[in-house]
């Protein structure tokens, strides 16, 4: 602890082009980031945070979308893959994605953990060693047992068809405290009710002595023989986004890289630090999602309450095939226009019926498998490439995952099923299921999309093969660490919020401890 306050400069805030030092430059001020933040600034070291997006709070969440997607999204809730087969939900504004998600909370699977130590390296990284630190972040993100108020009539459908089908459905501990069940959460929460990374720890960071400056975009990291010595960011002006300003962050003690998967490894590509293993930006994961909508004759509002309350399973080991789980999102207007199919009348007449509109979705374990995800790139002028080659592993799953998701809607009681092909199949008894098989699946002939981000500067002991160590400590630049998504070696098997605060806390500790 600093024994000051820190400060929250904004870009507005910043005229001229100019330096700041400190102990620790943590760039992202999401999960990762606000954690280490913390943890360092506990720890006695001056820290700054540098966050690209701006500062909102809750005076300024208005629960319209038109507002949310441009202000609080990466590349205004419009990012996708290359071949636009695949729309990226990621934050973008202090406390990241924290700052939109869904508020589902669950630690890293046994399995998981146990396939990074057997397959990619990963050591000393455990279910106990990481005990402590879920405990910790549970705590201060209030993440309390599933509660089956928070059960909604569209996760409601979810539960019965999954218990229907003896599928065993799971209620979802949630990061909230005193929840009003509107049902935003993707809009920034109104009431503060959603624990962010903006509202416990970096709170936590700021009031022992960090400073955070919003608005700035890290563009290069700077080396010096085998070190991180400043990150060098753009001033944006908010209204434009464009660069107004240079501030030069120079780093005394160390750089902490906390800009999300994807963001992460396209700042060092950028920079061309670090990236000589050929192992930055590859293996980038996406929990690739595919969605279905049920309809019913009684409505379902699936727009109000909390978005996910429960999660199914079943699917997730199929031995040597890719496995899936089950939640819902929330159907809110334009992310259900953008997700149904059609145009025109044929799009109007599917809208008018949202209120009837049960959506469940399947995310694939991606990584676990022969599937090897995807690559980020930068072009010459530092723009952001993804690429995400749908392995045939992946389309089987899906394929799989669009059936199951049918049949357990009918055993729910859904009226008719419609699949987000290209051009969708209408579902109305077990006899149509066949067709789901039949329907061409593959890159824009099926709605798909991630909001986990995953992987691209993965952790491991062999430089060869991985970015960091099993600590987040760069194989490379000696004082640099990632504390981020990007470091899991693949899909995680469950929603990631809580795996990142867990593994950031658990570096920082470690790198507060050395001194
Ligand atoms: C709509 C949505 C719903 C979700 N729901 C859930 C859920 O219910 N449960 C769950 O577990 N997970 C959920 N997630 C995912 C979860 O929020 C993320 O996995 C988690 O926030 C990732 O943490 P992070 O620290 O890796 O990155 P982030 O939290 O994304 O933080 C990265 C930050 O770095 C900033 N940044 C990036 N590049 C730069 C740069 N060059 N310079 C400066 N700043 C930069 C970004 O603006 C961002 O604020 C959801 C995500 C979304 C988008
Ligand atoms: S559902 Fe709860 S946490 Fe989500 S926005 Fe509403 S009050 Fe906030």
Not at 9 to 37: L, Q, R
Not at 333 to 346: I, R, S, V
Not at 386 to 412: C, K, N, W
Request: with cysteine; aromatic share 6%; hydrophobic share 40%.
């Amino acid at each position: 602890m600093s024994g000051r306050t820190g400060r929250i400069v904004t870009g507005a805030e910043i005229s001229d082009s100019s330096s700041v030092e400190a102990d620790f430059v943590v760039v992202g001020s999401g999960a990762g980031g606000s954690t280490a933040a913390a943890v360092l600034s506990a720890a006695g070291a001056r820290v700054v945070v540098v966050e690209e997006g701006g500062h909102y709070t809750r005076r300024d969440f208005n629960m319209q979308e038109s507002w949310a997607y441009p202000a609080l999204y990466q590349e205004h809730g419009n990012r996708a893959t290359d071949d636009l087969s695949i729309l990226i939900l990621q934050g973008r504004s202090v406390g990241g994605g924290t700052t939109v998600n869904w508020t589902s909370s669950f630690r890293t699977p046994e399995r998981t953990l146990a396939l990074w130590a057997a397959r990619h390296g990963v050591r000393d990284l455990d279910a106990a060693t990481l005990a402590p630190h879920f405990a910790e972040v549970e705590r201060r993100l209030d993440v309390g047992a599933g509660d089956p108020n928070d059960v909604n009539n569209n996760n409601r459908k979810l539960h019965d068809g999954a218990a229907k089908l003896g599928w065993q459905p799971e209620l979802i501990h949630r990061s909230v405290k005193g929840c009003a069940r509107l049902g935003y959460c993707g809009m920034g929460c109104p009431l503060d009710a959603k624990r962010t990374a903006r509202t416990t720890f970096l709170a936590d960071a700021i009031a022992d002595g960090a400073d955070l400056y919003t608005d700035c975009r890290a563009k290069l990291v700077e080396t010096d023989r085998g070190r991180a010595r400043a990150v060098v960011a753009e001033v944006l002006d908010r209204a434009t986004d464009r660069p107004r300003a240079r501030l030069v962050f120079y780093a005394r003690r160390g750089v902490v890289l906390a800009g999300g998967a994807i963001n992460t490894p396209a700042l060092l590509l950028r920079s061309k630090a670090g990236t000589d293993s050929g192992q930055v930006g590859v293996r980038t994961f996406l929990h690739p999602t595919v969605p279905i909508v049920a309809f019913y004759d009684q409505p379902i509002e699936a727009f109000y309450g909390p978005p996910q309350s429960v999660s199914v399973h079943h699917f997730a080991d199929r031995g040597d095939r890719v496995g899936y789980f089950f939640e819902t999102p929330p159907v809110h207007p334009m992310l259900a226009a953008l997700a149904f199919p059609g145009f025109g009348d044929t799009h109007r007449k599917v809208m008018e019926r949202l209120a009837y509109a049960q959506a469940t979705i399947a995310l694939l374990i991606d990584g676990h498998h022969d599937d090897d995800g995807g690559t980020i790139d930068v072009n010459g002028e530092g723009r952001i490439k993804i690429r995400y080659p749908l392995h045939a592993s992946l389309r089987e799953a899906a394929v799989a995952a669009i059936t199951d998701m049918a049949r357990l809607q009918l055993a729910a009681g859904a009226r008719e099923v419609m699949t987000l092909h290209e051009t969708p199949l209408l579902i109305r008894g077990e006899s149509d299921l066949a067709g789901i098989a039949e329907a061409p699946f593959g890159p824009n002939r099926h709605t798909m999309f991630s909001a986990h981000q995953m992987g691209g500067a993965a952790m491991g002991e062999d430089p060869a093969r991985s970015v960091v160590d099993s600590r987040g400590r760069h194989h490379q630049l000696e004082n640099l660490w990632i504390a981020d998504g990007s470091i899991f070696p693949t899909g995680l098997g469950v929603n990631p919020q809580i795996s990142v605060y867990a593994h950031a806390h658990l570096f920082a500790t470690e790198l507060a401890r050395r001194g």
